[in-house]
């Protein structure tokens, strides 16, 4: 048995990765992209992602914590690990595993902006509804999904579940 009730299937998100991807490289043509994901969670994400992008690119990460060990976001945003590159002049797509309530994104973006990117745009695999309707803008958004907590394809639950090739819900005990 599964621990945990599918939400969005290994199959659905290949094709929807395979969708972004390609809208990525139209949207990018033509110029160098530098793609920052944001530990840990979006990593998966992005390493399936930038398999289906077929332009010239580079890879940085940084960490972040908004959660502790909690599953509501606290506001606080500290920063664990800062890019390894500088970022002014460069177009940046910021990779995200999910918006929940937009704090982590908007705190990450307004401090790389500051940087003087030529460009900074935002992919997310999955955005909640609550962050939708926040006004949140989100460039590249894999799946709309509702406020509940998911885990999977990335995602955690005090690091269990990363693993899952696909986004569940916990089942209820
Ligand atoms: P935000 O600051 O509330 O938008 O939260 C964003 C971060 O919280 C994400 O990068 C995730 O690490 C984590 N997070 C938010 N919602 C979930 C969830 O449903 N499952 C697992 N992690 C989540
Ligand atoms: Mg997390």
């Known amino acids: 048995m599964s621990p945990t009730d599918v939400l969005i299937s290994e199959a659905a998100i290949r094709t929807r990765v395979v969708e972004i991807g390609r809208q990525i490289e139209r949207d990018y043509a033509g110029q160098e992209l530098l793609l920052v994901g944001i ?3 979006a990593a998966m994400f992005m390493m ?25 976001s606290s506001g606080v945003v500290r920063i664990l690990k800062d890019l390894d590159s500088a970022i002014g002049g460069r177009h940046v797509l910021l990779i995200e595993d999910i918006v929940d309530s937009g704090l982590t994104i908007a705190y990450v973006l307004d401090m790389l902006r500051r940087r003087g990117p030529a460009s900074l745009k935002v992919a997310a695999l999955l955005v909640k509804e609550r962050a939708a309707g926040a006004g949140l803008r989100t460039d590249y958004v894999g799946f709309t999904i509702g406020n509940e907590f998911v885990v999977g394809y990335g995602l955690d639950l005090n690091e269990h579940y990363r693993n899952l090739p696909y986004i569940g819900f916990l089942p209820a005990p």
């Open 39 to 41: 530990l840990k969670g």
């Open 48 to 72: 399936d992602l930038i398999r289906v992008v077929d332009l010239p690119l580079a890879i940085d990460f940084m960490a972040v914590s908004s959660y502790g060990a909690a599953t509501e």
